[in-house]
């Protein structure tokens, strides 16, 4: 579904847009307004909030214990759900703000492999091509070539970015776009996102301070990737009360 909505918005953001009618737009420039009609000329009509489509359980299951832990710990943060290649996005204070397909790594997988962070691409074997799953703090910083992107995990070179343009054989953007899950496994571990998600809402709410990532496994038990749902056993009612979640 994800995947259909975005295909339909082409690679843009699935967010509602403020309503503007004639009576928004602004007057002639010879016209004169009053203080009170100027300021009701900038007023815009509400925003919506954003409405996730149908979650996985799992995914559920951890925006309920960040919602209700604080585990953000006042930070944005975004969910990224592995078996179903979607990520959620939230602000500081817990509000969703957006969504889509992600391209993940290429191989099935959890875990990093030992000193994968110090090879060069083509020393990455096929097998180590995996995104690895649990919680990040991530920054942005510098990668080769001096491009800036959102690093998850820096010692293991797991970065969130935009599709790369260094090689259009492997079709990153019809991937995305494709109805299919499977076609989106095609990175070597870094995480691709839609341009205007990433650049209208992640960089935006991550560039000053960071932000968590919560990175959902393939294989591996949820809590084993979060400790801390193991102390909070399965509650399909409160996983239902997720923010805007249907």
């Known amino acids: ?10 690679l843009a953001l699935v967010l509602p847009s403020p309503a503007t009618s004639p009576a928004d737009a602004a007057p002639p420039k010879s016209a004169k307004s009053s ?15 954003v409405e996730f489509p149908e979650l996985s359980i799992p995914s559920q299951r951890v925006m309920a214990w960040v919602a209700e832990s604080g585990d953000h710990n006042g ?7 592995k078996p179903a290649a979607a990520i959620y996005a939230f ?14 790594g290429r191989a099935l997988g959890d875990d990093a492999t030992p000193g994968v962070g110090s090879k060069s691409l083509a020393e990455i074997g096929p097998a180590e ?11 942005f910083g510098l990668a080769a070539g001096h491009n800036k992107v959102l690093w998850v995990d820096y ?10 343009t260094g090689n259009p054989r492997e079709n990153r953007a019809k991937r995305m776009l494709s109805p299919s899950i499977d076609d989106n496994r095609i990175t070597f571990g870094c995480i691709n996102v839609p341009k205007a998600l990433y ?8 560039g000053k ?38």
């Open 1 to 10: 579904m994800i995947k259909a909505l975005v295909a339909l918005a082409g």
């Open 35 to 49: 203080p009170a009609k100027k300021k009701a000329l900038k007023a815009r009509a509400p925003v919506p909030p």
């Open 75 to 81: 930070l944005p943060y975004v969910v990224i759900d």
């Open 91 to 104: 602000d500081a204070t817990g509000k969703p703000v957006g969504f889509g397909p992600v391209l993940i």
């Open 129 to 139: 091509k995996t995104t690895p799953a649990g919680r990040y703090l991530a920054k």
């Open 155 to 164: 010692a293991t070179s797991v970065a969130m970015h935009t599709i790369p």
């Open 199 to 206: 650049n209208g809402k992640i960089a935006p709410m991550f």
């Open 209 to 246: 301070k960071g932000g968590y990532v919560y990175i959902l496994p393939d294989v591996k038990p949820l809590e084993d990737a979060f400790p801390p749902l193991h102390a909070r056993p399965f509650n399909s009612a409160a996983a239902s009360e997720v923010p805007s979640a249907r």
